[in-house]
């Protein structure tokens, strides 16, 4: 079962005139929509939207910019960072034009929020990899539990939210198709599909940090996406997959022993902590994404208009550190798009 996507973000502009183009829409994300490309098999056409979900609940709000910036983010790091990474991008910008039907061609929104991409066989884990004690690992350490992967070696000796673990650690979770992922050890992992698939994302986390590091940013945690054969896919290292901090926040935070502002949807995160809800508990990541009532709920809400305009606001100053390049910019020199 799919995640539950409220009627009034279901659909964009981007993903009406592909089914009017009749491409076929073979899965809809949280954030993405997923169409088969006519003579072409074997290739897909990805389409990022601007929604937004928060502890597996689609909201009801559209941030704009959100889908263009999961866009650039992972064409930036796949063309200019990992080039040497087997990855699943085949086309993106203009160049999406030379697999779509003529009804779709120079279609700037779709060339700044859809790319081309291998179909995989997916592996069914999300490939976690942490570099601080933050989001749900610090939740677990504050109960007095820790995520499995981590060992009470990684943690430093004064702890608190936003510390620095001694170690990048990975903690992976299952991939579900409805409800919250759930933590699983490295070991089911490892007996599965191999170590290599979790030593290559720590590599990749560790390789990014320093990038990031250089570009003013602090990188927290992330999530890979693997396919069975060792190539990776989905979004890399975006404000949606990936936690970031600007390193004099983090600093500043380390200082005054708070949690620093993350550039990615934490705003909107830390709101839906908030939310009273009439099931007796308070905060959405209490609820059941499989539970039909806590969805209709998650639906109904109303997210502060300051905080949406905060996230795209964020979400723009993140890719402009990191790629040293205005969102427009990069879309006009890099990507063929105007």
């Not at 903690?171 to 030593?199: C, F, W």
């Not at 250089?214 to 936690?243: C, M, Y």
Request: glycine residues 6%.
């Amino acid at each position: 079962m799919s995640t539950p996507i409220p009627k009034a973000v279901l659909e964009d502009d981007n993903i009406l005139a592909c089914k009017q183009a009749g491409l076929k829409l073979i899965h809809q994300g949280k954030v993405r929509a997923i169409f088969e490309l006519p003579g072409y098999l074997g290739l897909l056409l990805m389409v990022m939207t601007n929604r937004v979900s928060i502890f597996d609940f689609v909201l009801r709000y559209l941030v704009p910019r959100k889908g263009e910036v999961l866009t650039a983010t992972t064409v930036f790091w796949l063309t200019q960072v990992f080039r040497d990474i087997k990855n699943h991008l085949v086309a993106f910008g203009r160049n999406i034009d030379d697999y779509l039907p003529n009804t779709l061609q120079r279609h700037p929104l779709l060339r700044a929020r859809a790319v081309v991409v291998k179909e995989l066989e997916i592996v069914p884990v999300e490939f976690i990899v942490r570099g601080y004690l933050t989001g749900s690992a610090w939740r677990a350490y504050q109960n007095g539990n820790l995520l499995p992967g981590m060992t009470q070696d990684d943690i430093p000796s004064d702890p608190f939210n936003g510390i620095k673990l001694v170690r990048p650690v990975f903690t992976p979770t299952t991939k579900a198709k409805s409800g919250h992922d759930m933590p699983i050890s490295p070991e089911e992992v490892a007996d599965q599909y191999g170590s290599r698939l979790a030593n290559q994302s720590v590599q990749l986390f560790e390789k990014a940090a320093v990038f990031a590091r250089e570009h003013g940013l602090e990188l927290l945690d992330t999530k890979f996406e693997w396919s069975v054969d060792g190539t990776l896919a989905d979004e890399v290292f975006t404000p949606d997959s990936s936690r970031f901090a600007l390193v004099e926040d983090l600093e500043a935070a380390t200082e005054a022993r708070k949690p620093p502002p993350a550039y990615d949807k934490e705003l909107v995160r830390a709101w839906g902590l908030t939310v009273e809800t009439p099931f007796g508990v308070t905060g959405l990541n209490k609820l059941d994404p499989a539970n039909i009532e806590h969805v209709e709920f998650a639906h109904s809400l109303s997210v502060p208009n300051e905080i949406i305009e905060k996230t795209t606001e964020r979400s723009l100053r993140f890719f402009g550190k990191l790629t040293g390049m205005s969102l427009d910019k990069f879309q006009r020199n890099e990507m063929g798009v105007v």
